[in-house]
């Protein structure tokens, strides 16, 4: 059995279907083509749960390296690095390493902050292809396998197309690692706003 994720066109049937079914039809067709919406498959849900879980844990980190960054810019020890927003992460953290290099009152942070970014990074290819890849599902030998797939321009201007594949037991210990990163990274966020008594963040945002 493989189910495939993306968005079917709309039918009349749909708007008679509830909203889990909706879901459920919307992301899984079944590899036979039918119409019909597939029935419950727990691990399709489970694949479901955990790409939206490695996304909404990369997406904090991304949030906070841009508020960090908004923080610092208000600060006359930083006036001289450019902190101009950049929607890409991996700029955000150049330019946030930038801050912690400089003498100022973040650069004792450096240590401890440093190393949660960099234990983020390692999983920012798995999230590149949870938020943008094709996620195929299927069970092979009668284990629960994922694969991913995404095009991507390589080395030399290549556009070829990658993937990543994993079991589901895989799958989940790199969400589950990625999390653990990012409440890290978010912990030493915490401190430091206790520390510098920047504007208050809500409770729902840490």
Do not use: C
């Not at 992301?27 to 083509?33: T, Y």
């Not at 955000?92 to 400089?102: E, Y």
């Amino acid at each position: 059995m493989v189910a495939a994720l993306f968005y079917p066109p709309q039918s009349s049937a749909m708007g008679r279907l509830s909203l889990s079914l909706r879901l459920r039809y919307a992301l899984a067709i079944m590899s036979d083509n039918t119409s019909r919406p597939p029935q419950k498959s727990e691990e399709i849900v489970k694949m479901m749960q955990l790409r939206g879980a490695t996304m909404v844990a990369y997406a904090n980190f991304e949030y906070f390296l841009a508020r960090l960054l908004y923080e610092a810019s208000r600060l006359a020890s930083y006036k001289n690095l450019d902190l101009s927003f950049s929607e890409n992460a991996d700029r955000r953290v150049l330019r946030l390493k930038s801050v912690l290099a400089t003498d100022g009152p973040l650069s004792q942070y450096s240590a401890d902050l440093s190393p949660s970014i960099d234990a983020v990074l390692e999983a920012a290819e798995f999230r590149n292809f949870a938020a943008h890849g094709v996620m195929i599902h299927s069970i092979e030998d009668g284990t629960s396998m994922i694969s991913s797939l995404m095009y991507k321009m390589f080395k030399g201007g290549n556009l070829a197309e990658g993937k990543m594949r994993f079991t589901m037991d895989e799958y989940l210990h790199h969400t589950q690692m990625l999390t653990a990163s990012v409440k890290q990274f978010v912990s030493i966020v915490r401190r430091i706003w206790a520390d510098q008594g920047y504007s208050k963040l809500g409770s729902d945002q840490l």
